[in-house]
C-alpha cells in the first residue's frame, strides 16, 4: 500500500518560518499531484497548496507569495516552505497524492498522510 508521511510541523512565532515535508513510500510508480492541505478548529479542510508532476504549482491566495511548494519525483516527496507564518496559519496540515500509479498496475485516486500540527503564536 502507499503511505504518506509528514514531518516538520511545530510551534512558532508570528513572522517566522517552517519547512514541512512528506514522503510517500510504496510501490509507486508516478504520482500526478501532491499537494498540502490544513484543518485548523471547527473549519473545514482547506487547500493550501499543490505541484503537478511537470511542476505546475496553485496556491490558495491567503497563503500566495509566503508559502512555496516543491517536489522531488524521483523521490515521491514533497515540501512546504512556509515563511513570514501568521496566527491565523495555524492548523493540522495534511499531506495529499493524488492520482498515484503503482508497479501493481493499479490506480489509487488520492491518498492523505496523518497530518502535522503547525501552531503560529502572535
Known amino acids: 500500500q502507499v503511505q504518506l508521511v509528514e514531518s516538520g510541523g511545530g510551534l512558532v512565532q508570528a513572522g517566522g518560518s517552517l519547512t514541512l515535508s512528506c514522503a510517500a513510500s510504496?510501490?509507486?510508480?508516478?504520482?500526478?499531484?501532491m499537494g498540502w492541505y490544513r484543518q485548523a478548529p471547527g473549519k473545514q479542510r482547506e487547500l493550501v497548496a499543490t505541484?503537478?508532476?511537470?511542476?505546475?504549482?496553485n496556491y490558495a491566495d491567503s497563503v500566495k507569495g509566503r508559502f512555496t511548494i516543491s517536489r522531488d519525483n524521483a523521490k515521491n516527496t514533497e515540501s512546504l516552505q512556509m515563511d513570514s507564518l501568521k496566527p491565523e496559519d495555524t492548523a493540522v496540515y495534511y499531506c495529499?497524492?493524488?492520482?498515484?500509479?503503482?508497479?501493481?498496475?493499479?490506480?489509487?485516486?488520492?491518498?492523505w498522510g496523518q497530518g502535522t500540527q503547525v501552531t503560529v503564536s502572535s
Open positions: 495529499n497524492a493524488n492520482r498515484v500509479f503503482t508497479r501493481q498496475s493499479t490506480m489509487l485516486s488520492t491518498v
Open positions: 510504496g510501490s509507486i510508480l508516478s504520482i500526478n499531484t
Open positions: 505541484i503537478t508532476a511537470a511542476g505546475s504549482t
